[in-house]
């Protein structure tokens, strides 16, 4: 059973910086996509940041050249590092995984479903 745990969240003022983690466990299959996702109160869910098995990386335009998404295999670990945060940023950040070629499929695929997607963690962004 795979399981994706997330940390990092927290309280910043605009125009800083975290750094979310996502501890992965349980998978059989190396050719996932990973990838973090956001929903902020009355907000639709919106896919942020996606990685491909490969490396290959996609980004919302919201947060291009703000954002980075990595992964560390050895430590079964992504992250998300987010800079130049803004209140709009403001949100809980999910950790997802499935099984797509492509990391642009995955996110808007992945952002149109409704299950439970778990704890989360969550980003507060003051002006």
């Known amino acids: 059973q795979v399981q994706l745990v997330e940390s990092g969240g927290g309280s910043v003022q605009a125009g800083g910086s975290l750094r979310l983690s996502c501890t992965a466990s349980?998978?059989?299959?190396?050719?996932?996509?990973m990838g973090w996702f956001r929903q902020a109160p009355g907000k639709e869910r919106e896919g942020v940041a996606g990685?491909?098995?490969?490396?290959?990386?996609t980004y919302a335009d919201s947060v291009k050249g703000r954002f980075s998404i990595s992964n560390d295999n050895a430590k079964n670990t992504l992250y998300l590092q987010m800079n130049s945060l803004k209140p709009e940023d403001t949100a809980m950040y999910y950790c997802?995984?499935?099984?797509?070629?492509?990391?642009?499929?995955?996110?808007?695929?992945?952002?149109?479903?409704?299950?439970?997607w778990g704890q989360g963690t969550q980003v507060t962004v003051s002006s």
């Open positions: 997802l995984a499935d099984l797509y070629n492509s990391p642009e499929t995955f996110l808007e695929a992945t952002s149109q479903r409704n299950d439970d």
């Open positions: 349980g998978f059989t299959d190396s050719s996932v996509c």
């Open positions: 990685i491909a098995f490969d490396g290959r990386t």
